[in-house]
């Protein structure tokens, strides 16, 4: 439920910036700035906008002019010529980072490609491009803006795949370029480790790319045959659109991302997968894989010394016992909130529960309170002195939130107990604005947060939402 409700905030909170439409974004100075290769389409552009809309500024790597101009145009990005296969425009990318004055805080090595065919047909030239972007790309960013990334103790992650860790027939050179970004990803990690950086890989399941069409459109170009293959067409083994239409947006791999770069304590590996059975599927293969090497040799293990090996694993990846329990609790007093459930609110504050404990969206209790319309949620958290002015990763309060979505009760509550009401979101709004612009302004933000907040058991009602607003802005007057 947790989790469900961290990703929830993360989407809801990429609106709020637009919350006035005609308040231009503001660009934030002192914001953590991250490079992201491959940024034009798929899972690049979709981490591009999470960052961005979640307080970073994106450095935007592309290869085309258009491409850069339509970056250029969002907010709190920058384009970066950037083939990861031409040293010059590498060299250049660092050139312009360092001049910009911002420093470089994260890494994310996206830029990726694919082709398809049986290894012992495949050209060594469609072997070498897949290589010389997915791995030896990977490798020149990295070494390039190393020093910067050392030097502000920041984040590299690598975008790896589910494919760099179950292989399958024609997927083969790609598979392989991602089971070496596993390695690297590895080595990288303990050999930055000094320099107190963190670096991580993610490796996602099937979402929405162009990853399919631009191998399709490099094997027209190359005049790709089938007449003499063995195994017949490629172009027959892909099943589906080669948009890969079939699949959901990336929002969840871009959210990992977000979560990285924002987290104190990120993961090592963010497998994001849009189903159960993805997971499974990848999970049960490492396991084979660890049967396999213990199958039958001099040291074998027995099974119950594997699974305590696996318990002591586990162990070794949770976090130390008293932050484990404040996280925990922390945790499942956001998850109460969220499901507006007094008494377990209640339970966790007097268990020492963090009140002002956030998400990776920077919303804390009393800001999921305030959006869900849980009024007496809201109440017990003010009286137990949660932050009334805390501000999420967009600058919005919880007096913000509330005026917002017109929780009247709540609205009133929170003044009652000295909310500062002048304050601002990173779009330069107060809550006084998001109740005063026409609603046919604002109409479209809800448009947009509506579907969202559906799937969590929250529909807007406009009339309800029409009637309170100038109410609400009379109290914050």
Same mark, same amino acid.
């Given at each position: 439920m947790y989790r469900a409700t961290r990703r929830m905030f993360a989407l809801v909170v990429l609106t709020l910036s637009f919350v006035i439409p005609s308040a231009a974004a503001q660009q934030i100075?002192?914001?953590?700035?991250?490079?992201v290769t491959g940024a034009t389409s798929g899972i690049g552009l979709k981490m591009t906008e999470v960052l961005t809309e979640n307080g970073f500024f994106v450095y935007a790597g592309a290869r085309k002019s258009a491409d850069m101009a339509r970056l250029d145009a969002m907010p709190n990005v920058k384009s970066v010529r950037l083939d990861v296969t031409?040293?010059?425009d590498i060299d250049n990318a660092v050139t312009l980072i360092q001049a910009q004055g911002r420093g470089l805080y994260g890494l994310?090595?996206?830029?990726?490609?694919?082709?398809?065919?049986? /290894?012992?047909e495949m050209p060594e030239a469609d072997l070498e491009f897949v290589f010389d972007v997915n791995v030896v790309g990977t490798y020149r960013v990295t070494k390039a803006f190393a020093d910067l990334i050392i030097e502000s103790q920041g984040r590299i992650m690598n975008v790896s795949s589910i494919a760099g860790i179950v292989s399958g027939p024609f997927s083969g050179a790609y598979s392989m370029s991602k089971h070496a970004v596993e390695a690297y990803t590895d080595? /990288?990690?303990? +050999?930055?480790?000094?320099?107190?950086?963190?670096?991580?890989?993610?490796e996602p399941g099937n979402y929405k790319s162009r990853i399919l069409s631009s191998m399709a459109q490099r094997m027209k170009q190359e005049t790709y045959s089938a007449d003499e293959a063995i195994y017949g067409s490629m172009f027959d083994m892909i099943r589906g659109p080669l948009d890969r239409s079939q699949f959901k947006e990336p929002d969840d791999v871009a959210l990992a991302a977000l979560e990285f770069m924002s987290s104190e304590s990120p993961k090592r590996r963010y497998l994001v997968v849009p189903n159960k059975r993805e997971a499974e599927?990848?999970?049960? #293969?490492?396991?084979? +894989?660890?049967?396999?090497?213990?199958?039958? #040799?001099?040291?074998? =293990?027995?099974?119950?010394e594997l699974v305590a090996m696996l318990d002591d694993a586990l162990a070794e990846e949770a976090p130390a016992p008293s932050r484990s329990t404040q996280t925990s609790a922390s945790d499942q007093l956001i998850a109460a909130a969220f499901e507006g459930n007094l008494e @377990?609110?209640?339970?966790?504050? +007097?268990?020492?529960?963090d009140l002002n404990a956030t998400n990776s969206s920077g919303s804390g209790p009393l800001i999921i309170a305030a959006t869900f319309g849980r009024t007496e949620v809201a109440r017990l958290l003010i009286e137990a002195g949660a932050d009334l002015n805390q501000q999420n990763n967009d600058g919005s309060t919880a007096l913000f939130i509330a005026a917002l979505f017109c929780r009247s009760e709540i609205v009133q509550a929170l003044l009652?107990? $000295?909310?500062? *009401?002048?304050?601002?979101?990173?779009? $330069?709004?107060? @809550?006084?604005?998001?109740?005063?612009?026409?609603?046919?302004?604002? *109409?479209?933000? =809800?448009? =947009?947060?509506?579907?969202?907040? *559906?799937? =969590?058991?929250?529909?807007l009602d406009y009339e309800r939402i029409r009637k309170a607003r100038p109410g609400i802005a009379q109290m914050l007057r």
């Open positions: 100075e002192s914001s953590r700035a991250v490079l031409v040293q010059s994310i090595n996206n830029a990726g490609v694919s082709v398809m065919g049986p /290894l012992v080595t /990288l990690a303990d +050999e930055l480790a000094r320099f107190n950086v963190a670096v991580a890989a993610v599927f990848t999970i049960r #293969h490492i396991i084979r +894989e660890l049967v396999q090497l213990n199958d039958r #040799h001099a040291f074998s =293990y027995a099974g119950d @377990a609110t209640r339970q966790h504050i +007097e268990a020492g529960a009652d107990a $000295g909310a500062d *009401k002048h304050i601002r979101n990173n779009a $330069g709004s107060t @809550a006084l604005d998001v109740v005063s612009v026409p609603f046919d302004q604002i *109409k479209p933000v =809800y448009d =947009y947060v509506g579907p969202i907040l *559906k799937q =969590y058991g929250l529909e």
